[in-house]
């Protein structure tokens, strides 16, 4: 008990001795005043960051001076022109490829020289070329290339349709494709129609800009003499 009193008074100075060293600092008054001062100010640069805000503006782009009177361009898709023709009805009957008949040298020979015969005949002063037939241009691709030289000098500097007539006047309407310097969509109706035949020959003579008059030398085929008259 005399243990614990001591201890009890010995407490009570120490409180009594720092509450007097507070005083002397005035920490009671400091203590009272921090809690009734206003809450601190923000920073003015946080303030100036909340309140900014982005404005976006309209500017009209600048123009040249000879190009500012008028008006603004305006851009859209335009249709392609494509040279087409009419399809014209085929026979479906079946071409049996596997059974190609192929000319002999001398049959081909012979059909070119009966062409040239024949072409010697006809007006030099129209413009006329002979073409042999190969498979490829009769059957399966159905494509048939002309002269280069021919084609430059002759023919439209574009693609066009060119028309092909029979010796009988009826008329084929062809894709001819400059680029390729030859004869595309429509070709096979002719040379299906006509039954045309690898090694026979063809004389093509351009009767004006677009058309071409074709006359059929067959291979093993009778003379085209009588094509004179």
Same mark, same amino acid.
């Given at each position: 008990? #005399?243990?614990?009193?001591?201890?009890?008074?010995?407490?009570?100075?120490?409180?009594? $001795?720092?509450?007097?060293?507070? $005083?002397?600092?005035?920490?009671?008054?400091?203590?009272?005043?921090?809690?009734?001062?206003?809450?601190?100010?923000?920073?003015?640069?946080?303030?100036?960051?909340?309140?900014?805000?982005?404005?976006?503006?309209?500017?009209?782009?600048?123009?040249?001076?000879?190009?500012?009177?008028?008006?603004?361009?305006?851009?859209k898709?335009m +249709?392609? #022109?494509?040279?087409?023709?009419?399809?014209?009805?085929?026979?479906?009957?079946?071409?049996?490829?596997?059974?190609?008949?192929?000319?002999?040298?001398?049959?081909?020979?012979?059909a &070119?020289?009966?062409?040239?015969?024949?072409?010697?005949?006809?007006?030099s002063?129209?413009?006329? /070329?002979?073409?042999?037939?190969?498979?490829?241009? #009769?059957? %399966?691709?159905?494509?048939?290339?002309? +002269?280069?030289?021919?084609?430059?000098?002759?023919?439209?500097?574009?693609?066009?349709?060119?028309? &092909?007539?029979?010796?009988?006047?009826?008329?084929?309407?062809?894709?001819? &494709?400059?680029?390729?310097?030859?004869?595309? %969509?429509?070709?096979?109706? /002719?040379?299906?129609?006509?039954?045309l035949?690898? !090694?026979?020959?063809?004389?093509?003579?351009?009767?004006?800009?677009?058309? /071409?008059?074709?006359?059929?030398?067959?291979?093993? !085929?009778?003379s085209?003499?009588?094509?004179?008259?």
């Amino acid at each position: 008990m #005399v243990a614990a009193s001591a201890y009890e008074e010995s407490r009570r100075k120490r409180v009594e $001795e720092n509450r007097k060293r507070m $005083e002397a600092l005035n920490l009671p008054l400091l203590s009272r005043a921090l809690h009734k001062s206003p809450s601190p100010k923000s920073s003015p640069l946080k303030s100036f960051k909340k309140s900014r805000t982005t404005e976006k503006e309209l500017v009209v782009v600048r123009r040249s001076g000879r190009l500012a009177n008028l008006p603004s361009p305006v851009y859209k898709e335009m +249709p392609i #022109v494509s040279v087409s023709i009419p399809r014209r009805c085929i026979s479906n009957r079946h071409r049996d490829l596997s059974n190609r008949v192929y000319a002999s040298d001398e049959a081909r020979m012979e059909a &070119l020289e009966q062409a040239e015969n024949l072409m010697s005949g006809l007006k030099s002063d129209i413009p006329s /070329f002979i073409k042999s037939m190969l498979q490829s241009h #009769v059957s %399966g691709g159905f494509w048939l290339g002309l +002269p280069v030289h021919f084609c430059k000098s002759n023919l439209p500097k574009g693609d066009e349709v060119m028309t &092909l007539i029979d010796e009988d006047g009826n008329e084929y309407p062809t894709i001819y &494709l400059k680029r390729k310097t030859g004869l595309s %969509g429509g070709w096979k109706g /002719f040379a299906v129609a006509h039954d045309l035949a690898d !090694g026979d020959a063809l004389i093509f003579q351009l009767i004006n800009r677009t058309t /071409f008059k074709v006359y059929i030398i067959r291979a093993n !085929g009778p003379s085209k003499d009588k094509q004179l008259e």
